[in-house]
């Protein structure tokens, strides 16, 4: 049984350590990415739509994330933590956050499809960029 409330306390912890990450995590330079991609007129109005809704989402998921963060702190510090209401409310914050994220996938899936081929070079390098910098 302490074998598995450790290995429970682990795995939450790093739950909690990704969810941190993911607050703390800079957007990247759309500025830049902007400029290098030289953009045509319809595509801006899209690229403006696309990182709005990326914006906006993780505005509305970040204190959600946080508070998932802070119960779980507090549920650990009892003498019988309530691992299944821990699991049950970050699987409430997924679902709450699910179509904000299904939003944002679905607009920079329109821009993608307005990007030239040497756009998508440009905005895949930059994306592989902007992975490498969150490692």
Do not use: N
């Amino acid at each position: 049984m302490k074998a598995l409330r450790l290995w429970l306390l682990a795995v939450l912890l790093a739950c909690s350590a990704a969810a941190q990450a993911a607050i703390t995590i800079q957007l990247p330079d759309f500025q830049r990415l902007e400029r290098e991609l030289k953009l045509k007129p319809h595509q801006k109005v899209q690229f403006d739509a696309a990182t709005l809704s990326l914006k906006r989402t993780l505005l509305a998921i970040g204190p959600v994330l946080l508070e998932v963060k802070q119960q779980l702190t507090e549920e650990l510090m009892k003498d019988r933590p309530d691992f299944m209401g821990l699991l049950q409310r970050q699987r409430a914050a997924y679902e709450l956050a699910a179509p904000l994220f299904r939003e944002t996938y679905a607009e920079w899936g329109k821009l993608y499809a307005l990007l030239e081929d040497d756009q998508v070079v440009v905005a895949k390098r930059f994306l592989q960029e902007a992975i490498d910098g969150v490692r």
